[in-house]
């Protein structure tokens, strides 16, 4: 079983709609959770951080957190045909756990049609 | 956040040869990681570099195959040794903010072995 599971898409998105993006996780004590952006060629880019239970809101993005599911989102409003790209889900055990790393989901790859 | 210069940004290598990659970091880091994405795949770490001490190696990935210097704080080298076509991937090194907050990555260092 992954340690980070996200459908791998592609989401595809008329542009104005919102994306919905979801990542579950397997250990249960992580502690931060992260979404980063990749374009084709590029490295990932860290778009949102999230830690504690509920919503987070920067701009367009908003990250949702439900430690009891074990699950964390990603939604992306009026989506724009530049937020094309493939979204890596990221969880974090804390500091003091073993094996203190940063583990990836596979990414989901949205599109968004004009 | 850190400022991350990795080089070289691409190479072509022939096979059984070796590619040293560079990461240098604008402000003293405690951990700097490597991870390696294959084509269409989500990040896999390779390596955590540890100033002053040898590195850790994730499972599958061994000192022989890719040696790693840390010679000081701000610095670090990944070495793809005996270099065969399966080798051919981005790499990447990414260091963590405090408390392990919001890794950053280089820009990556596109390799193809011919």
């Known amino acids: 079983q992954k340690e980070v599971e996200q459908n791998s898409g592609p989401l595809s998105v008329p542009e104005g709609a919102i994306a919905s993006l979801n990542c579950t996780y397997s250990d249960r004590v992580s502690q931060s959770f992260f979404w980063y952006r990749q374009y084709s060629g590029k490295s990932p880019e860290l778009i949102m951080s999230i830690y504690s239970n509920g919503d987070k809101e920067d701009g367009r993005f908003t990250a949702q957190l439900n430690k009891a599911s074990q699950y964390v989102s990603l939604l992306i409003r009026d989506s724009q045909p530049s937020d094309s790209a493939t979204y890596l889900c990221a969880v974090y055990p804390g500091v003091k756990a073993a094996g203190n790393k940063l583990t990836f989901g596979g990414g989901t790859r949205v599109l968004v049609k004009p | 956040s850190a400022v991350i210069s990795q080089k070289p940004s691409r190479d072509i290598c022939q096979r059984g040869t070796s590619l040293t990659i560079q990461c240098q970091v604008d402000?003293?880091?405690?951990?700097m990681f490597w991870y390696r994405q294959q084509p269409g795949q989500s990040l896999t770490l390779i390596a955590t570099a540890n100033q002053g001490s040898e590195a850790t190696y994730e499972s599958g990935f061994v000192i022989d195959k890719f040696p790693i210097s840390r010679p000081n704080l701000t610095f670090s080298t990944l070495t793809v040794s005996n270099m065969s076509p399966e080798d051919s991937s981005i790499y990447l090194c990414?260091?963590?903010?405090?408390?392990?907050?919001?890794?950053?990555f280089g820009s990556g260092t596109r390799l193809t072995v011919v």
């Open positions: 990414s260091v963590s903010g405090v408390g392990g907050y919001g890794y950053t």
């Open positions: 402000s003293q880091v405690t951990m």
